[in-house]
């Protein structure tokens, strides 16, 4: 399983971008997807989630009504709409998959993901 995660830059405070995360898995539907992000100094944290239906769907207080998560299970792709940018928004942001064919509920904390892509660079300018 590899996941390649895209779409990160350099914008300003209350720009959009959008994350893509490209999985070469063979049963993209029996995956939940989660994205995750890590700052320079700080623990890696949770996002956003979405089961493999893309019918259940979490976010990170912090990112609620900003981010949406999405997935086109026939493009293996699962993807971080990310709006009104703040700095603080400012990280390594990873995709990261959850094999779960009998459970349709995505983790939210990383222990709960078993594959990571490679990371992609976010950062919001003042």
């Known amino acids: 399983v590899q996941l390649q995660a895209s779409g990160g830059g350099l914008v300003q405070a209350g720009d959009s971008l959008r994350l893509s995360c490209a999985a070469s898995?063979?049963?993209?539907?029996?995956?939940?997807m989660g994205w995750f992000r890590q700052a320079p100094g700080k623990e890696r944290e949770f996002v956003a989630a979405?089961?493999?239906?893309?019918?259940?769907?979490y976010y990170t207080d912090s990112v609620k009504g900003r981010f949406t998560i999405s997935r086109d299970n026939a493009k293996n792709t699962v993807y971080l709409q990310m709006n009104s940018l703040k700095p603080e928004d400012t990280a390594v942001y990873y995709c990261?998959?959850?094999?779960?064919?009998?459970?349709?509920?995505?983790?939210?904390?990383?222990?709960?993901?078993?594959?990571w892509g490679q990371g992609t660079q976010v950062t919001v300018s003042s």
């Open positions: 990261a998959a959850d094999f779960s064919p009998f459970g349709p509920v995505p983790p939210r904390t990383a222990v709960g993901y078993d594959y």
């Open positions: 898995i063979r049963t993209f539907n029996n995956y939940n």
């Open positions: 979405i089961g493999w239906s893309g019918g259940i769907t």
